[in-house]
């Protein structure tokens, strides 16, 4: 590795954590830990939004997936748009009606405290499993750079690292400093993705030119007889992708967290669509590194170029495609991607067992002699070691770990989609149909992912989510029925 990557890596680890903590002001009560005192601006929001949906997952996976399909998960972002809009419009007025740093503390205002805690345990159980496949996964190609560039270091040094420099401004900024520093990492990992389509631009050929234009590689979609197994046909983008983000964004405290810090309902309506189009050049931007090393390469596949899968397309770029500084850059950005992801993890973890488990934590801060706030961070703490411990559970999955990842957060996701729709719009829900139809979904809805492979292949992550919502409005009417029969 060349001095000047290794300044600009050890420059940014070691200014950054600084840079957020000194924005995110004095924390001094957990309303404000969690909260980030709900007067946050509404762009700095938006940034975060789509720094915590972007990990050194997407970063690394995407280029590698156009490489092959073109700008298929383009297509997938237009989903992503109408279901934010969806959520921006039929659900945050429910939310911020009721003033909630929880999103599930709507469902316990709606059906009781044993369903407001059986969803954020849901929650809480999905992000050990997600967030563990991000660490592992995105930690894999930090490390396999950093030994390409003569500057090894064991994987669990990575990832502590990581872990750590994160703990530092999360544990004593709060959600401010995660917001911020969200912001600041979406800006580094940006700039390095579009110097490197500036790059690939400059040097390309006319040969690669003509290439380009005639390929299919700019198309948004793709066509296939396998309907509920391609992710990337226009239904499966559009619906799919738009029920999907109505899920993540409107029903995982993840990403609601930071839309409830909003000053306000217009605010955050602002931030939540924003985002949406932010994200979609973002994948666009990433996209295009794919297309444009396709053409570099001259049309041949990854195999022909001496690459066992798609992943490992970007970080090869990154060793031997790039000039000294900008691939010091790149490596930042990856770490800026982990980073981004595990502090916003980290901080909504908090908040849904501070928020959702109130009396269970009051009764712990008591028990153990120590101020609220304390207590908090001692929570952030226990999170940041199970974490660790469940990445380091998981080995390298096959195929693009973005897909992987996104699979793992659908299983859960249309469950909580339908829970939340029978809360709102279901005139006469009752807990004692919302519930057991609640635990059944997730349990058919994980055998299907994990069980049911027709034609040796998973149903598509885009097509679980609204899978799961039918389910859960199939066993919630039925539950229904049932009871009235025997009233």
Known sequence: MSPVDLSIICIYCLTLPFIAFFLSGRQDSVSAYVGGGHDLPWWV????????????????????????????????????????ALVAWLFLPHYFSGQFSSVYQYLG?????????????????????????????????????????????????????????TLFYTL?????????????????????????????????????????????RF????????????????????????????????????????????????????????????????FALLSLVGVLLWARNGGRSLAEVGLGSSDELFPDFIVHGLPHGLAGLLIA??????????????????????????????????????????????VTLVWAAILVLAALGFSHSHGPAVVFGLSVAACSYGAMLGAFVFAMFVAGADVRDVLPAFLLTLVVVCCVMMFVHPYGHVIAFSWLVPFGVVLMFVFGMVSRQIRRFHA
Request: proline share 3%.
């Open 45 to 84: 929001i938006c940034l975060s939004l789509v720094a915590t949906e972007t990990s050194t997952l997407t970063v690394i996976s995407i280029p590698g997936i156009a490489y092959g399909n073109g700008l298929v998960f383009v297509g997938l972002a237009m989903g992503y748009v109408i279901g934010r």
């Open 109 to 165: 205002q709606r059906f009781g405290t044993a369903m407001e805690r059986t969803v954020s345990i849901t929650f809480l159980l999905m992000r050990v499993l997600a967030e563990g496949i991000r660490m592992f996964a995105g930690m894999l190609p930090v490390a396999a750079i950093l030994t390409a560039m003569q500057f090894p270091l064991p994987h669990v040094v990575v990832m502590l690292i990581i872990v750590g420099l």
């Open 172 to 216: 004593f900024g709060g959600l401010r400093a995660v917001v911020w520093s969200d912001a600041i990492q979406l800006a580094v990992y940006v700039t390095g993705a579009a110097a490197c389509v500036f790059l690939l631009f400059h040097h390309q050929t006319a040969q690669q030119t003509h290439m380009l234009v005639h390929s299919a």
């Open 219 to 282: 198309h948004l979609f793709q066509k296939s007889s396998l309907f509920f197994l391609n992710p990337y046909t226009p239904l499966a983008a559009i619906v799919g992708g738009a029920i999907m983000s109505m899920a993540s964004h409107g029903t995982d405290q993840l990403m609601v967290q930071r839309i409830l810090a909003a000053r306000n309902l217009p605010d955050a309506r602002k931030a939540l669509i924003g985002s949406g189009f932010m994200v979609g050049g973002l």
């Open 333 to 378: 950005g990856l770490l800026s991607a982990t980073m981004g992801s595990l502090s916003a993890t980290l901080n909504s973890m908090t908040s849904a067992t501070l928020l959702d488990f109130s009396a269970f934590c009051a009764w712990m801060t008591r028990y153990l002699h120590v101020r609220p706030l304390a207590f908090a961070r001692l």
